[in-house]
């Protein structure tokens, strides 16, 4: 027999064996990465503002929420976030009627966290649910609380009280919350804006228009009758002061009229000719003037000086 026919049975042994190895120690490796992913693939991360909610066959067994590593059991727990920051709902536009029967439209939003997430995942089950019945509730405590109002109290700045509104309803919007344990909590509601319905804006918009120009007229004639009491009031000074006034220039001009009469008869007296004298000179510039036609005796003591004479 030749010896290209035979085979070694032990040297093909030695190999069948190598590759034996070799597939063991690849498997080992295959199933180490399998391992690894499967334990990777379960760390969970929490962050800071976030729980972490883990469920096994949908209930919930856990939450985390400090941050760092966890865990889960691979196939079995599931895991799922939740916010644990503060979060900001606008609330859905409403009418409502106010004190005085007025319809108006109110438009809120609302800043919320979730304090106790098992409570809420238990009532709400979900963000949006909660943020519903949160609304529902801010809903019905702002048209109850508004409904005690006046239009004008609300809509008027100086006459409002939607600060201390505010945070009314707030208060009682929690206090319903905690009553059927959503696990949430409202840090505030605020009013953005109201508005009238547009079949009644027209009307409102004429009477508060007709209310100004009442009250225009009203501080225009009360202007008018403050007006007519200064200048009375005024008018009557000014008599009594010129009254006053023209009083004591008499009494000056009295007093000046005697001091003078008095003067003139000191010196009149010590010259009794020069006195004649000045009396008929001043009498002429009273009765002569360029078209004065006078007929005298031409021996008349009154055109003695008229004729030229000095003696």
């Known amino acids: 027999m030749s010896d290209q026919n035979v085979v070694n049975m032990n040297e093909r042994g030695g190999n069948n064996l190598q590759w034996r190895k070799y597939i063991k120690l690849g498997m080992f490796f295959v199933i180490l990465f399998v391992l690894l992913g499967i334990l990777i693939s379960n760390l969970i991360i929490v962050k800071e503002g976030e729980y972490k909610v883990i469920r096994q066959f949908g209930e919930v067994v856990r939450i985390e929420s400090e941050p760092g590593l966890t865990y889960k059991i691979p196939f079995i727990q599931s895991v799922s976030t939740l916010p644990k920051y503060q979060l900001t709902y606008d609330v859905s536009e409403a ?63 100086e006459k409002s009280s939607r600060g201390s ?20 909590i409202v840090t505030d509601v605020r009013m953005k804006r109201t508005d009238l319905p547009a079949e009644n804006e027209q009307s409102v918009y004429t009477r508060m228009i007709s209310e100004r120009q009442s009250k225009a007229q009203e501080y225009l004639s009360k202007g008018d009758a403050d ?56 009498s002429y510039k009273k009765t002569i003037n360029g078209e004065t036609v006078i007929v005298l005796p031409s021996d008349s003591p009154y055109a003695h000086f008229l004729m030229g004479n000095t003696n």
């Open 165 to 184: 509104l505010n945070d009314r309803i707030t208060e009682k919007v929690n206090e319903l919350l905690d009553n059927d344990n959503y696990g949430i």
């Open 227 to 282: 007006k007519n009491v200064i200048i009375a009031k005024t008018d009557k000074e000014v008599k009594e002061i010129l009254s006053k006034a023209q009083a004591d220039a008499e009494e000056i001009r009295a007093d000046g009229e005697g001091g003078a009469a008095k003067i003139y008869n000191e010196a009149f007296s010590k010259d009794p000719s020069f006195y004649s004298l000045y009396r008929t000179l001043e």
């Open 95 to 157: 009418e409502i009627n106010t004190k005085d029967k007025k319809r108006i439209i109110i438009d809120n939003y609302a800043v919320w966290r979730i304090e106790d997430p098992k409570k809420m995942i238990a009532n709400a089950r979900t963000l949006e649910s909660a943020e519903s019945r949160m609304e529902e509730f801010i809903y019905s405590v702002t048209r109850t609380e508004l409904g005690q109002l006046d239009y004008d109290e609300i809509i008027n700045d």
